[in-house]
Nanobody
Framework: QVRLVESGGGLVQAGGSLRLSCAAS????????MGWFRQAPGKEREFVAA????????YDSDSVNGRFTISRDNAKNTVYLQMNSLKPEDTAVYHC????????????????????WGQGTQVTVSS
């Protein structure tokens, strides 16, 4: 099994930056795809960004493109989400997710495609 633990959330000012971390442990070979999703109050879970370990591909959503960057540290089995130019509408619970296979362009954006989830970390952006 895979354990995912997010960290780095908190309260930030609009226009500021924040870096989220997601550390994977256990069967890390089952994390071919790792992604970030967020869920704001009263809204559905939304895709933010993802990557595949072997292919060197990264994916992001149109709503955050150019502000958020996903990256990885293979030695630490950790994926990061660097968030810049934060806006109040970015306020949400951010979840890390993983799947055992390299998901394609379509499925990588769908929450139901992922087998493993972290507990989430709250990001609050104040104006």
């Amino acid at each position: 099994q895979v354990r995912l633990v997010e960290s780095g959330g908190g309260l930030v000012q609009a226009g500021g930056s924040l870096r989220l971390s997601c550390a994977a442990s256990g069967r890390t070979f089952s994390t071919s795809t790792m992604g970030w999703f967020r869920q704001a109050p009263g809204k559905e879970r939304e895709f933010v960004a993802a990557l595949t370990w072997n292919g060197g591909r990264t994916y992001d959503s149109d709503s955050v493109n150019g502000r958020f960057t996903i990256s990885r540290d293979n030695a630490k089995n950790t994926v990061y989400l660097q968030m810049n130019s934060l806006k109040p509408e970015d306020t949400a619970v951010y979840h890390c997710a993983a799947d055992a296979i390299p998901l394609n362009d379509y499925h990588i954006r769908r929450p139901m495609a992922y087998d493993y989830w972290g507990q989430g970390t709250q990001v609050t952006v104040s104006s």
